[in-house]
């Protein structure tokens, strides 16, 4: 993301005071926080599954 090259100095000055946003490696993080992320995203992998099988039951 760094050799991203600003539009205009408004794009410019607003990399230099909010920064670039980083890509996030889940084994990095702690792992309460690493498994949390797990448990969430299986959570809602698993209720759209369930609400397309119920979706085509129905």
């Known amino acids: 993301m760094a050799d991203k090259k600003p ?3 408004a794009m410019e000055h607003m990399n230099q005071i909010e920064g670039f946003p980083a ?3 889940m084994k990095k993080l702690p792992k ?3 498994y949390f992320g ?3 995203f299986s959570f809602f992998s698993l209720t759209i599954l369930f ?3 119920m979706k085509l039951l129905s």
């Open 7 to 9: 539009i205009n100095d």
């Open 23 to 25: 890509d996030v490696d």
């Open 32 to 34: 309460p926080l690493r």
């Open 38 to 40: 797990y448990v969430m």
């Open 51 to 53: 609400m397309i099988i």
